[in-house]
C-alpha cells in the first residue's frame, strides 16, 4: 500500500493532495478520508490505494499512519524563553487588573497592545492533537 505526507487539504473546497514517498502529487477527494475525518493537517502521514483518475492518480480509502507534526511545537520559543515571556504578561496583567478594580479600562492603545500579547502567547500555548 502506497503511503505519503498531506501536501495539503481544504475541507471547504473537499479535496487537497498528497506527496507520496516516491514524490508523485496524488489527487485526495474528501470521500477518500477515513469515517468521522473530515479535514486533514499538512504533514500527516497516510497509506492509501490508488485509482487512475481523470486527470491523474487519485487515493482512495486513505489511513492515517500517525499525528501530523505540530507546527505550532516546531515554531514555538523554548520553556525557558517562554517562562520569562509569561512573567512579564502577569506584570501587564496586574497593571490592567489594578486599573479595573479603579473602574477605569486601559488606553485604547494600550488595551490593543495587551490583546495582542495575550493572543500570542496564546498561540504558543495552543498545540492541536
Not at 41 to 64: C, H, I, M, N, Y
Not at 93 to 103: F, M
Not at 104 to 120: G, V
Amino acid at each position: 500500500m502506497p503511503s505519503g505526507r498531506v501536501r495539503w487539504f481544504d475541507a471547504t473546497r473537499g479535496f487537497g493532495f498528497i506527496t507520496s514517498d516516491e514524490g508523485k502529487d496524488v489527487f485526495l477527494p474528501a470521500l477518500a478520508l477515513p469515517a468521522g475525518v473530515k479535514t486533514l493537517r499538512k504533514g500527516a502521514k497516510v497509506e492509501f490505494s490508488v485509482a487512475e483518475g481523470r486527470k491523474g492518480p487519485q487515493a482512495l480509502d486513505v489511513t492515517l499512519v500517525g499525528p501530523a507534526p505540530s507546527v505550532v511545537m516546531a515554531t514555538r520559543p523554548k520553556a525557558d524563553d517562554m517562562a520569562a515571556i509569561v512573567e512579564d504578561l502577569i506584570k501587564l496583567l496586574d497593571s490592567a487588573g489594578n486599573g479595573l478594580r479603579r473602574h477605569h479600562y486601559p488606553a485604547p492603545a494600550e488595551s490593543k497592545k495587551l490583546a495582542t500579547l495575550l493572543r500570542a502567547v496564546a498561540d504558543n500555548f495552543d498545540v492541536q492533537d
